[in-house]
């Protein structure tokens, strides 16, 4: 597909871009082969092919969170080595 020299400076203006007269030769021309690439995209038989957002069948394996300090004993053990305490909450300068 050939873009016109006219919807180069249509897009340019849509994303608010000041080009050249040589740049708008250049994107007519880069902006015309991605568009031929897609066409050839858009020609590939597709009819029975599962949709999917990749090829490689892999899958997201993931584990339950779990915290490993679960007795009171170590949270006590953890709250005496903070150097501010207050209401069983560790006390930190506030930065905002």
Known sequence: ??????????VAKLARLGITEKEKEKFRKELSAILGFVEKLNEAKTEGVEPTAHITGLQ??????ESGMTN???REKIMKLAPKRKNGYVKVKAIL
């Open 1 to 10: 597909m050939k873009l016109s020299k006219q919807q180069v400076e249509h």
């Open 72 to 74: 009171q004993e170590s």
């Open 60 to 65: 997201n394996v993931t584990r339950e969170d």
